[in-house]
Nanobody, 132 residues
């Protein structure tokens, strides 16, 4: 059974960078779509980016992070990474990764609704604060 755990959050100044990790256990992360969500203080959880649980590891990004964030997967570590550059105050929030087993023909983009009840696992989240 897939279990996920995020790490790497912290406080950073505007324009800075952070690298978050989503470590998987209990299953091979290569076979799962991994989706990153962010929940800003007092707001709903929103889709940030995702990576397909396929050999091609296709990706998708929200418009708010496109060009600044990069999602990647390192199979040997059974971990998905989120490299975040040029951070601003609107990136503040708790970052969660979630997983869904990859089905034939689907992509991670099918699971970007955080209220979807069919995700297999969620991590507990890691907080990111962007402040001067």
């Amino acid at each position: 059974q897939l279990q996920l755990a995020e790490s790497g959050g912290g406080t950073v100044q505007p324009g800075g960078s952070l690298r978050l990790s989503c470590a998987a256990s209990g299953a091979t992360v290569d076979r799962f779509h991994i989706i990153w969500f962010r929940q800003a203080p007092g707001k709903e959880r929103k889709f940030i980016t995702c990576i397909d649980g396929t050999p091609s590891a296709g990706t998708d990004y929200s418009e708010s992070v496109k060009g600044r964030f990069t999602v990647s997967r390192e199979s040997a570590k059974n971990t998905v990474f989120l490299q975040m550059n040029d951070l601003n105050s609107e990136d503040t929030g708790v970052y969660y990764c979630a997983g869904r087993s990859a089905g034939i023909g689907d992509t991670c983009g099918s699971y970007i609704n955080p209220t979807y009840g069919g995700l297999d696992a969620w991590g507990p989240g890691t907080p990111v604060t962007v402040s001067s």
